[in-house]
């Protein structure tokens, strides 16, 4: 790992030091920078997005952490002592630091499959509606007639296209909690 204050990161940050820095902080495993100023903070996050192309994530749990929560692809604020700034300018909110491990590894992987499977159903949904209306040209001899009434098309899309994701959203669970969070690799598989 590596820890640094926010004297170093100040030095670190200037144009000359950041590709060494960002050498070095790709081959740690864990980055901690403590006594950072909100800028530096920002700028941190903003050069890792910017210049290792990856996807960032910031926790942060008062108000000089909320400028680098809107910087990161995706905010997490705690809601503390230091009040709720953090949780007001977040993506998601915590009671607690130690939620963030199941924040992770249980909703987020329920979130990527939920997401990969609703884009596949709105794909083959629509596949199948616009088929339908293909073939049907050919029967009525493209005079471009309706196929439906638009009741019809308004109840089709109605029962499949909002029902099925709030049923799949709300019930689906292809891994129990439990199992999610003894085995991490998971996450990474989900991906």
């Known amino acids: 790992g590596l820890v640094l204050d926010g004297r170093t990161l100040e030095h670190v940050l200037h144009d000359s030091l950041q590709n060494v820095f ?23 996050v903003k050069l890792v997005r910017q210049k290792l192309q990856a996807m960032t994530l910031a926790v942060g749990d008062g108000a000089n952490d909320v400028s680098m929560i809107q910087v990161a692809d995706i905010g997490v604020g705690i809601s503390g002592q230091e009040g709720m700034q953090a949780v007001m300018a977040s993506d998601f909110a915590i009671s607690q630091f130690r939620h963030l491990r ?19 159903y709105y794909f083959y949904k629509n596949l199948a509606y616009v088929n339908l209306l293909f073939w049907y040209q050919f029967f009525c001899g493209f005079s471009g007639t309706s196929m439906t009434d638009y009741w019809v098309l308004i109840l089709f899309n109605l029962l499949f296209t909002s029902v099925p994701p709030l049923i799949y959203g709300v019930l689906d669970k292809d891994v129990p909690a439990e199992t999610l969070m003894e085995l991490p690799q998971l996450y990474r598989m989900s991906q």
């Open 22 to 44: 960002l050498e070095l902080t790709e081959r740690c495993r864990a980055v901690v920078c403590c006594q950072a100023t909100p800028l530096q903070k920002s700028l941190l």
């Open 102 to 120: 199941k924040l992770l590894l249980v909703h987020g992987h329920w979130c990527y499959t939920r997401l990969t499977n609703m884009v596949l």
